[in-house]
């Protein structure tokens, strides 16, 4: 980890001025901080009144512009890692950071990742061209990127076993049921027996899409296909029919070196911290304003209004990158803690899309009987938040999808608040929330429209002032909040032995 010691001239000369120059935005607010230097301590209510909607766009705008670095390569702005929008991206939260003085020590942690491409692909059964195909995440090509033919061939039960694949696999199309082991492990078997490409089918009617995880040379090319797509192509199969298929998939997986940003706080009692994050990267397919620019820009915008205040706890900022590859980042940097490192984070809370247009306000259930100690306390303020605002509020799983998970899995206390992605919103959400029932919360998740329109900025407004009350409540005090379990890793956790993410896409 490298650290970096801020600009102590340029912070002194930053923070005597900042006294005299009004705000950015139309606040009407007595400036903070007394006039001989020192600072009051952080009040949950005042860092709350210094969010401001018009900051928050004014960065989403900036961002927008940042993703469009990514057009060269990519054709449409994007912020994946590797890309020019997400070196742009870290950029512009470290120059952020750095602005701030020495109110913060800010350190790069550079670790190897994996990012996947698929530029074009095409699956064809039989005479028919399956409207659920889904590519898997770091799929590799198929053979010198062209299209391979061959049978479809039935696997026997889900394909964990090298034994449930037919010697007749090899040089055709493997057709696998999904469950019981990660996609990777199917992919690898097929690709052990020869076979050119792999299609996993789902056992529900839906389409199946996923990650592959991390890549194996035995790895072949592999698709989703929803059960109800897959049905009629199983019954063939099954009568002994012959069935004829079709891959193309022009893709390619490579290894880069990507940029955590962690900024903690220079005052503040260093062995007890207050952890919060956001992902900095994108996915390919668009700029990813929402996901998770919002959290990202919320982050800043917190550790910006947080420089007027004084804590007695430290806070520390990250923001991760690779979290659309499966939580990359976070997993890296709570796997290099020491368990003395690890002890002084008191709870991490994840910010992972703020401001979805169609949006609920989402808690994650975060409950101590199945997460380390704490985990239930930070929900429980979330909740009172909400409640004292007199806004509703919906539980959603902890089911590993973001950045918590590294933490909850090595004993730290962990949670969050969410907007919503793909799931749709019900009637009674419709009631409790307004936007559109039975539509996405957002509508341009992973899409390329997840741009500057793709943002609600009352959600946005609702959700940073939230997380300026988390800040400054632990960074005020930790009174009430559990002490962290000696022990690092629980022995049992009921919760990672039945999740099916890890990152934003299905591995199982
Ligand atoms: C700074 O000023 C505040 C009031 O403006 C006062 O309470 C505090 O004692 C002063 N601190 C020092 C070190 O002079
Ligand atoms: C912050 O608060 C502590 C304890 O109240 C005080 O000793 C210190 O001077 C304050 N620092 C600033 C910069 O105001
Ligand atoms: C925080 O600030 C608000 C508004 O300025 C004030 O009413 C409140 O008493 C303060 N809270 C604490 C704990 O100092
Ligand atoms: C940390 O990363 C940022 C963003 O990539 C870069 O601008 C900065 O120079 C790096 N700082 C150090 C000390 O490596
Ligand atoms: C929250 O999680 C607990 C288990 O930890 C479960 O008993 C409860 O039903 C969940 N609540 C909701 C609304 O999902
Ligand atoms: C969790 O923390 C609370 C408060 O510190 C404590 O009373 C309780 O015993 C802890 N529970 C476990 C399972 O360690
Ligand atoms: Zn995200």
Redesign the pocket.
């Known amino acids: 980890m490298v650290f970096f010691s801020g600009l102590a001239l340029c912070a002194a000369f930053a923070s005597a001025t900042a006294l005299q120059i009004p705000l950015l935005s139309s606040s009407h607010h007595a400036p903070l901080g007394?006039?001989?230097g020192?600072k009051s301590m952080v009040n949950s209510t005042e860092l709350q009144d210094l969010v401001s909607g018009d900051r928050l766009m004014a960065r989403a705008k900036k961002m927008y512009e940042i993703a469009k670095l990514g057009e060269e390569e990519y054709n449409h702005p994007t912020r994946v890692i590797g890309s020019a929008g997400h070196l742009g991206t870290l950029s512009y939260i470290y120059e952020t950071i750095l602005q701030l003085g020495d109110y913060y020590t800010v350190s790069n942690q550079s670790f190897p990742a994996v990012s996947g491409n698929v530029f074009e692909s095409r699956l064809v059964i039989g005479d028919g061209v399956p409207k659920s195909t889904r590519t898997m995440g770091l799929t590799p090509p198929t053979k010198d990127n062209e299209p391979v033919h061959g049978d479809v061939v039935l696997v026997a039960n889900e394909g964990c076993q090298g034994s449930d694949y037919p010697d007749s696999v090899a040089g055709n199309i493997a057709f696998i049921k999904r469950g019981v082991c990660p996609f990777g492990t199917k992919s690898e078997h097929a690709g052990r027996m020869g076979a050119v490409a792999a299609v996993v089918y789902n056992y529900e009617k839906d389409p199946v899409s996923g990650t592959l995880g991390t890549p194996s040379p035995d790895h072949v090319a592999t698709f989703g296909l929803s059960g109800e797509e897959a049905g009629p192509v199983l019954k063939k199969l099954e009568k002994g029919k012959r069935v004829d298929a079709i891959a193309y998939m022009d893709a390619e997986v490579n290894q880069i070196l990507t940029v955590n940003i962690i900024a903690q706080t220079s005052d503040g009692d260093a062995d007890n911290c207050v952890m919060l994050g956001a992902h900095s990267d994108s996915v390919t397919e668009g700029p990813g304003i929402n996901d998770d620019g919002s959290g990202t820009m919320s982050l800043l915008e917190v550790a910006t209004q947080l420089t007027k205040f004084n804590v007695s706890n430290c806070v520390r900022f990250a923001w991760w990158a690779g979290e659309e590859e499966g939580l990359l980042g976070s997993d890296y940097y709570v796997a290099s803690l020491s368990d003395e490192e690890n002890q002084k984070i008191r709870l991490f809370m994840d910010y992972d899309m703020m401001a979805s247009p169609n949006f609920a306000y989402q808690i994650y259930n975060a409950t101590n009987a199945l997460n380390p100690n704490g985990s239930e306390q930070l929900r429980d303020l979330y909740i009172k938040w909400y409640e004292d605002q007199g806004l509703n509020y919906a539980f959603i799983p902890f089911d590993g999808r973001s950045d918590y998970d590294g933490f909850i899995r090595n004993g730290i206390p962990g949670g969050g608040i969410a907007t919503g992605a793909e799931g749709i919103k019900t009637q009674k959400e419709f009631e409790m929330f307004g936007g559109r029932a039975g539509e996405q919360y957002d509508p341009c998740y992973h899409m390329l429209c997840d741009d500057v329109g793709n943002v609600d900025l009352t959600a946005w407004v609702v959700n940073t002032k939230l997380i300026a009350h988390s800040v400054a409540t632990y960074a005020q005090s930790f009174k009430g909040f559990p002490k962290r379990d000696l022990k690092v890793a629980p022995e049992s956790n009921a919760y990672t032995n039945t999740a099916k993410y890890h990152g934003p896409k299905l591995f199982m």
């Open positions: 007394h006039p001989n020192t």
